[in-house]
Each structure stands twice: as structure tokens, then as C-alpha cells.
């Protein structure tokens, strides 16, 4: 499941499958809500997201999982 943008359209088809980090308030403390996206984009929003949370909190990432088998991919070989 995935949770699309609310937009004005006749059919969940019209609506776009971008994704979005909206942010809010709760009192002083920032919420982030994670909108739209694709499975084949879901780890680069992933990477996204957590490069906007160390930023706020001035660290750097330590690791990634670029070469690491996305879900039904894990007997497929790696490319490049």
C-alpha cells in the first residue's frame, strides 16, 4: 500500500506517483510524512529522507544499502 497525495481527481489513476516530504509541527518538534512514491523509487526516497533527518541533526550517513538485494531480488546478481 501506498499512501497517495490527496489531489482533486476523478480516479486515483489522474493522481501522480511522485513522492514528497511534507513537513509539519507539533508544537516545536518537526513531523515529516513521507507522500506517494514507487517501488522502484522507494530506496532513493528512503536515501532522501534520511539525508534531510542527519542534516537537521548535522550528522552524515555511515552506510547504505545500494549493493543490498531489494525484496525478490536476492538469487538475481548485482549489475555494474
Known amino acids: 500500500m501506498r499512501p497517495l497525495e490527496y489531489m482533486k481527481a476523478k480516479t486515483t489513476g489522474q493522481i ?3 513522492h514528497s516530504i ?3 509541527m507539533a508544537g516545536n ?3 515529516y510524512s513521507l507522500v506517494g512514491g514507487k517501488w522502484t523509487s522507494y530506496r532513493a526516497f528512503g536515501e532522501q529522507v534520511a539525508d534531510k533527518i542527519m542534516g537537521i541533526l548535522g550528522k552524515t550517513r555511515r ?3 545500494l549493493k543490498t538485494p531489494i525484496g525478490g531480488g536476492r538469487e538475481y546478481p548485482l549489475l555494474g
Open 16 to 18: 501522480t506517483r511522485d
Open 22 to 24: 511534507k513537513e509539519d
Open 29 to 31: 518538534i518537526p513531523v
Open 63 to 65: 552506510a547504505d544499502t
